[in-house]
């Protein structure tokens, strides 16, 4: 569940996780360290808003990578 995800990122033992929230926070940091804002955001699934099948279907062909 990603809204449970981005509350982890944000909690002080984050690393107890899963690594893949390790691994988004360090890459976030590193962003924030060259100066760009990270903003993560909730979005609710199949709620349709407009954008949010196309960008399922492009998470979904990301994990095959």
Same mark, same amino acid.
């Given at each position: 569940?990603?809204?449970?995800?981005? *509350?982890?990122?944000?909690?002080?033992?984050?690393?107890?996780? @899963?690594?893949?929230? *390790? /691994?988004?926070?360090?890459?976030?940091? *590193?962003?924030?360290?060259?100066?760009?804002?990270?903003?993560? @955001?909730?979005?609710?699934?199949?709620?349709?808003?407009?954008?949010?099948?196309?960008?399922?279907?492009?998470?979904? /062909?990301?994990?095959?990578?």
């Amino acid at each position: 569940e990603t809204m449970g995800a981005l *509350t982890v990122i944000t909690t002080p033992n984050f690393q107890a996780y @899963h690594e893949i929230i *390790t /691994e988004i926070y360090i890459k976030a940091s *590193t962003l924030r360290q060259c100066g760009i804002q990270v903003i993560l @955001h909730w979005v609710p699934s199949h709620v349709n808003l407009e954008g949010n099948d196309r960008a399922d279907q492009l998470a979904n /062909e990301a994990t095959c990578l």
